[in-house]
């Protein structure tokens, strides 16, 4: 975590989480929880501690998020391509008008879906690939949006 965030990167609740995540991961004596503040800053997670505070609303807060939106999956349950898999048939079940296609990361991440995100990009590679790897492709709308940028980037 010592590289340089750009500026605004800890104000999403995202990203936050996706540090809190690696964090976990690297440190089995958290046993899957979010560390303390002073944990943090003894362990050179400063800034991350800080955004917590100021954008977040305090490790309670965080932690009680964190956990409500991981939904206390057992330890590596995400790395694990039947699990990943299983969790994705869920949303594709309860949201019928997504027609087995991977929505966006930003639509996951606003219905609820954000442990799909966080471990896409932790352990699968990115949002494409990965309908890639499921036979799915993006909705009209994203194509629409790539379309628009490929032009405004072709023009520019």
């Known amino acids: 975590m010592?590289?340089?965030?750009?500026s605004g990167y800890w104000k999403s609740w995202w990203n936050t989480k996706f540090e809190i995540g690696i964090i976990i991961e690297k440190?089995?004596?958290?046993?899957?929880?979010?560390?303390?503040g002073y944990w943090m800053r003894k362990h050179g997670y400063s800034n991350l501690n800080y955004a917590i505070k100021r954008y977040h609303g305090g490790i309670e807060e965080v932690s009680r998020k964190f956990e409500r939106e991981l939904k206390k999956k057992k330890r590596n349950y995400w790395p694990g391509w039947?699990?990943?898999?299983?969790?994705?048939?869920?949303?594709?079940k309860e949201h019928p008008e997504l027609k087995r296609r991977l929505p966006s990361g930003r639509w996951m991440n606003k219905n609820g879906y954000s442990?799909?995100?966080s471990s896409i990009y932790a352990y699968y590679g990115n949002i494409n690939e990965m309908r890639e790897k499921l036979g799915s492709e993006p909705n009209a709308e994203e194509n629409e949006l790539e379309e628009l940028l490929r032009?405004?980037?072709?023009?520019?």
Not at 2 to 6: C, D, I, L, M
Not at 82 to 92: G, L, Y
């Open 115 to 117: 442990s799909i995100v």
């Open 82 to 92: 039947e699990n990943f898999r299983s969790e994705v048939e869920k949303m594709w």
């Open 151 to 156: 032009g405004y980037v072709e023009d520019g």
């Open 27 to 36: 440190h089995p004596e958290l046993e899957g929880r979010v560390p303390s």
């Open 2 to 6: 010592s590289e340089r965030k750009y």
